[in-house]
């Protein structure tokens, strides 16, 4: 249902971008929030929310973060956007360094990097109408469409499955879905090609959930979007990633293809997280062994030394309190930072992983 009234103008000299090529590369990010305290309000410490990430996304795919609130997957979004400075590291997108680009340099690559926030009430402005807030980006941006901005973004509420007669209504006459609809369209005004979505169903009726995550596939189909998805359910992880990154407490512990990663996986953190997805299937003889992780997750203030899991688990030796364990690559396209991995072919040598190379900072 897309209309060309919806097209953003083209930029001179740019060419079709093609599927498969690397369109983002992260090295070593870092995010830091400093704890100050006094009166001179100087520094006794810091949240270690994100610690040294290395990965790749390529055009048209789905990399999903997981792990556990407070794990750093929001923090990461929000750094791949640039609503959020980096302590260290590079963010690479489209070969160009975006880390500390100023505000000025960084607002035409708004067009190119948007975000889904999590909240679908909070994200939207209830004192603007529809038409205002999906019409913004275009605004904001001095982007001129064929038939006018009141064309195009009715033609994007048609396209996230709204009537164009909601043009005029405000966000309070929607329901939660209704209203991440109207995000999801405000966030396709200008053809972005990199989507981070935080969490977008997580807030959502479980009856519509599957709704709103059936749209996100169909706009990645038509667009050839390529999306980096927060998320905490590993069901609808499972159903819309091409690889997920498992995080915790600031660090990626496991990075697979979505099928490697649910059969075998091979760190004991994402084991214990698979274990507590329930299976609906009643025909089932024996039950899942549901693994409890003793203990709370760490403070990222003051995170366990060398692996940051060894204080809850259930393998965990003498090297694990005293070494860090790289990320490693044990099988093709499957990524591991554990000194006693699960599910670990027996014949296939221990790889370093192809972004090891850069230490984190």
């Known amino acids: 249902m897309t209309t060309a009234n919806t097209e ?19 090295t070593g990010l870092t995010k830091h929030f400093p704890i100050r305290k006094g009166v001179l309000q100087r520094q006794s410490g ?3 929310a994100v610690d040294g990430l290395n990965f790749t996304v390529t055009r048209g795919e789905t990399l999903s973060l997981v792990g ?54 909070g994200s939207l402005n209830p004192r603007h109408t529809v038409g205002k807030i999906v019409g913004a980006p275009f605004k904001l941006q001095h982007v001129k469409t064929e038939h006018g901005v009141k064309k195009a973004v009715q033609g994007l509420l048609e396209l996230v ?4 007669e909601h043009y005029n209504r405000y966000p309070h006459e929607f329901s939660g879905g209704q209203r991440q609809r109207i995000g999801i369209a405000r966030t396709l005004a200008l053809r972005p090609k990199l ?65 490697s990663l649910y059969e075998q996986p091979m760190h004991p953190y994402t084991v214990a997280l698979l274990s507590a997805v329930p299976v609906p299937d009643t025909k089932r003889k024996t039950k899942q062994e549901r693994i409890r992780l003793q203990g709370d997750v760490p403070s990222p203030i003051n995170p366990p030394a060398a692996c940051r ?51 984190p900072s």
Not at 8 to 26: C, F, I, M
Not at 319 to 328: D, V, Y
């Open 195 to 259: 989507i981070v979505a935080d969490e977008p169903v997580s807030a959502l009726d479980v009856s519509i959930q599957a709704q709103v995550v059936n749209l996100l596939e169909d706009l990645q189909d038509e667009f050839d979007l390529t999306y980096v998805m927060i998320a905490h359910d590993l069901s609808v992880v499972r159903h819309v990633s091409d690889r997920v990154a498992v995080m915790y407490l600031g660090k990626i512990v496991e990075l697979a293809d979505r099928k």
């Open 68 to 121: 556990e609130s407070g794990c750093g997957k929001t923090t990461t979004g929000r750094l791949l956007t640039r609503l959020l400075e980096p302590t260290s590291g590079q963010i690479i997108f489209e070969g160009r360094d975006i880390s500390h680009l100023s505000e000025g340099r960084m607002r035409p690559l708004r067009r190119d990097v948007q975000m889904i926030f999590q909240d679908p009430y």
């Open 8 to 26: 953003p103008t083209a930029v001179p000299g740019t060419t079709e971008p093609r599927l498969g090529e690397e369109l983002l590369k992260v």
């Open 309 to 359: 899991f060894h204080t809850r688990c259930w393998k965990a030796q003498e090297i694990c309190r005293t070494t860090e364990p790289p990320l490693l690559q044990l099988a093709p396209g499957h990524q591991a930072a554990c000194h006693f991995p699960e599910n670990q072919p027996q014949d296939k040598p221990v790889a370093p992983a192809p972004s090891s190379d850069t230490k």
């Open 46 to 48: 810091a949240v270690q």
């Open 161 to 164: 499955g709204l009537s164009p």
